[in-house]
């Protein structure tokens, strides 16, 4: 896995494959009919999980913004990141 590239770019013959898969840029761009609308939700309280203190060896882990992946299964969320 590479990770992130800021500022990559596809080769022309990607994109050309690409597009032979998918088709080519639309020549117009379209608004979607719900574009405009506005969802509100209520907000829900949740009790906040106890804090854990981490060892010294790992508290760097949690100063770092950078990850390779994250996911939330069951209201849990689970943060990955390679060595």
Do not use: W
């Amino acid at each position: 896995f590479k990770g992130y590239t800021p500022n990559f770019t596809l080769q022309e013959d990607d994109i050309r494959a690409i597009q032979a898969l998918y088709g080519g840029k639309p020549s117009k761009s379209f608004s979607s009919p719900l574009s405009n609308s506005i969802e509100t939700y209520q907000a829900v309280s949740k009790q906040m999980a106890p804090s854990v203190k981490s060892s010294n060896k790992n508290s760097a882990l949690c100063h770092d913004p950078q990850f390779d992946a994250i996911i939330t299964i069951d209201d849990d969320t689970y943060i990955f990141k390679g060595i």
